[in-house]
């Protein structure tokens, strides 16, 4: 793709350049996407490796003297996200250009520059996506492509800046949602910074665990404790910055783990059902991908032998079945050469899969 003339208008209407602040992860998938749309994109970070890296991936070039950014995207840790963004408005005062941000915290970056001079130019974003590895070789322009992103305007937020946002959002492949910052906050405790605090305290009982017990671990433990196993420094930063909403909804965690206390230790079936109903009910409205309504899910369990091919073979398999794959999962079995692998599918339509994969010599159960 052609340089762009700077201050030149890409394929999405945001007019360049654009400069992202922090080529990390986020930073360099979000200048892989402006390239994308045909923006010119500055790279900032005080690792000037990352600058060269995300550079060399063709994410954008080193701000240099004199560069003027319309559009300024912060995706600094959150420890620094109030001081980086009251920077950026300083450095680009004099101008209209917007400034947003990616922390996954809104409410503290907003508060450190409420009272900005040109905090009218300045609306928080948070795309929810991700990824288990980090760094500018991490980033991808498809990073973004269906994946929620949440806006939070303010008060003062000026109209053109909010626009200017949704645009990045749209180019970038993400769906806008639109939220208060302090609304964000309690959605972000709720779906991601109490479960990450769950997962960590569930797989810390493994830490010191008897190698004979962890010789039973399956599938449901990785599945409980996968995101204990993100950056401690960085969940401890954005856990920090989000301690009001934490706080409240780790109350009510408390209370819950003493009923099911309570529950086990009187042998009262009754309560701890409850319990445990009351978990299948937040399963069911955990919204189904590019977010429409859940729907009655399955699994359907295939024995897969341990050697080249065989995993090819068993989705080639299901596509002939005609029956649409909505999630994958595979459990090694440490003391048998094969694996299990768990394909999630339309209630409706598991009976169907099984039918279908058992007529061509797999081995399935429900």
Known sequence: MPEPLPGSTGTSGIAGPVEVVGAGLLGTSIGLACRRAGLEVLLTDTAGENVRTASGLGAGR???????????????????????IAAALDGTEGTDAVVTDVGSVKSVPLAAVADHPGAARYVGSHPMAGSERSGPL??????????????????SSAPAAVETVEALVRLAGGVPVWLTPAEHDRAVARTSHVPHLLSALVAARLAAGPENHLALSGQGVRDVTRVAAGDPRLYGQIVSANADAVVALLDEVRADLDRVRDAVGRGDRGALEE????????????????????????????????HPGELARLFADAVASEVNIEDVRIDHDPGRPVGLVELLVEESRAEHLVTSLESR??????
């Not at 004199?66 to 559009?71: I, S, T, Y």
């Not at 978990?279 to 032998?305: C, E, L, N």
């Open 62 to 84: 080193p701000r240099a003297v004199g560069d003027r950014p319309a559009l300024v995207v912060v995706a600094v840790p959150p420890d620094h996200l109030g001081e980086v």
């Open 138 to 155: 991490a980033g991808s322009a498809s990073l973004f492509d269906g994946r929620p992103w949440a806006i939070t305007p303010h008060a």
């Open 275 to 306: 319990v445990l109903a009351h978990g299948v009910q937040g399963t069911r409205v955990i919204p189904a991908k590019h977010g429409g309504p859940a729907r009655p899910m399955a699994s359907v369990w295939v024995s897969v032998p341990d």
């Open 361 to 366: 010599a797999w081995s399935t159960h429900r």
